[in-house]
């Protein structure tokens, strides 16, 4: 069942429960004062029928001839009286006891108590009262209940209709009310049924309506839309990767096969073989980015450990080393004992793709500088290089995988994915990376911002 329709049937029926009770009590409360009012009728003209029984003065005492009690927007009602001895001898009665007069034992009441009894097919309510000066005698005064059962009645189904009509306004009112206020529940949940389907430019795109229900519209239309850049960046990845992928492969295929053509001196198979282990090499180190890359990007826990940036600056220039000899590269590394808590590993990997391919664009003869120092609760390590550095309008995309520039491109330099790993490893760590111009506006610079461990900025502090 839609929340709709469940909202509407609730609010109707708390409402039909709400209007059956308020009429109950109302029509119970008009019956009961009705009933007063009668009782009260009853008392006064019982008492002044007996009053006028006795101040007849005769031997034989008779019931007048005035008109039964009168009761409120009815008139006078019929009377119906008898006058007992209280050994049940009737003395006199009305001539509306038109087939006898019932037996004082089947009516029998404490005096000035109102009761109902049945009188043939007539309802009565009658009540007993004494003479003055006859204590041995006893009046019973009754009137029909049928003109009250029928105000009764009519009130009853006045109140029934009343009740019907009021539910079924209730109903309809409710049910535009909810529809207009789920107007945007609804568009929101269209949305997310297309988006299900594979409809990632679905939106809500819902301008007007409660505050809180605009804001989660708009916050479900940002959610989608990063959905889908996060979907096509992963298609955009795979494509990427199958393309990267199968230029090796294909290499490597076209090498071996061409080596297995025709007979070779052990030269020519040393050659071939030489060149398929290239290119399964290039393979290995694009796999191994690859899976790299998939681990950060699962793998979200924080570590607790202190790492010493020094000694991964240290560990990673260690690992360039042989570029860095073969080019008669300088690395300087520059740090101030800053520490951040993290994967020693992984952090030397961030630096070292960053030394990597920082060497990589330096002159021979050239530096590359690697500097660590904290500010506050911030540890700022920056790479620079004296190379021609990045092209303005590839900075923005150069951390995205499988991203090469032309340059690269034309001399088949890498894989694309080292940078993107370096920005994944500092996010994974609570930071980020950044690309700037390097010092004089020479070169490139790469500043990757992390937290410093909590001791670390706690000495800070205290040395301030």
């Known amino acids: 069942m839609k929340f709709r329709t469940r909202l509407v049937l609730t609010i109707s029926m708390a409402t039909a429960v709400t209007v059956t009770a308020a009429f109950s009590a109302a029509s119970y409360v008009v019956e009961r004062s009705e009933e007063r009012q009668l009782d009260e009728a009853l008392r006064a003209e019982a008492r002044q029928e007996a009053a006028e029984v006795a101040a007849s003065g005769k031997h034989a005492l008779h019931i007048s001839d005035r008109g039964g009690p009168e009761a409120d927007d009815i008139g006078r009602l019929t009377k119906y009286a008898v006058i007992y001895r209280e050994d049940g001898q009737m003395l006199d009665h009305t001539p509306t006891f038109t087939h006898g007069v019932p037996r004082l034992e089947t009516v029998r009441h404490p005096r000035a108590t109102a009761f109902d009894f049945r009188y043939g097919s007539e309802a009565l309510r009658g009540m007993f009262v004494g003479i003055p000066g006859h204590p041995e005698v006893t009046l019973l005064l009754a009137a029909p209940l049928s003109d009250l059962e029928r105000d009764t009645s009519f009130l009853r189904e006045v109140m029934l209709v009343a009740a019907l009509i009021s539910i079924g306004l209730t109903v309809l009112v409710v049910w ?8 945007g529940h609804e568009a929101i949940a269209t949305a997310a049924r297309q988006v299900a389907a594979g409809d990632l430019g679905a939106r809500v795109a819902l301008r007007t309506g409660d505050d809180e229900v605009v804001q989660l519209a708009h916050d479900v239309d940002e959610m989608v839309r990063r959905l889908a850049i996060l979907v096509e960046g992963q298609q955009r990845f795979v494509a990427h990767a199958a393309h990267e992928l199968r230029s090796p492969l294909a290499t490597l295929y076209g090498e071996l096969q061409l080596a297995l053509r025709k ?6 198979y040393r050659q071939a073989i030489e060149e398929a282990l ?22 979200r826990e924080p570590s607790q450990t202190p790492v010493s940036l020094e000694a991964v600056a240290r560990h990673a220039a260690a690992w360039v080393e042989r570029e860095t000899s073969r080019r008669q590269v300088n ?23 960053l030394l990597d391919n920082a060497v990589r664009h330096s002159p021979e003869g050239g530096s590359v500088r690697v500097i660590a120092k904290s500010e506050g609760d911030t540890v700022h390590l920056t790479v620079s290089d004296d190379g021609p550095g990045i092209p303005e309008e590839d900075r923005a995309r150069v951390f995205e995988p499988f991203f090469r520039a032309d340059a690269e491109r034309r001399r088949d330099d890498g894989s694309g994915l080292g940078l993107a790993i370096v920005r994944e490893i500092a996010r994974v760590h609570g930071g980020d990376v950044t690309l700037e111009s390097g010092p004089g506006g020479k070169g490139a610079l790469f500043r990757a911002r992390l937290p410093a461990a909590p001791s670390q900025v706690t000495a800070s502090t205290a040395g301030v």
């Open 278 to 299: 290239d290119s399964a090499r290039r393979l290995k180190a694009l796999a191994e980015d690859l899976l790299a890359l998939a681990r950060l990007g699962a793998d």
């Open 176 to 183: 535009r009310v909810v529809r207009q206020l789920t107007r």
């Open 263 to 268: 007979s070779r001196s052990a030269d020519e």
């Open 331 to 353: 690395v300087d590394v520059d740090t101030d004992g800053s520490s951040v808590l993290g994967h020693a590993m992984d952090l030397e990997r961030m630096l070292k793709n």
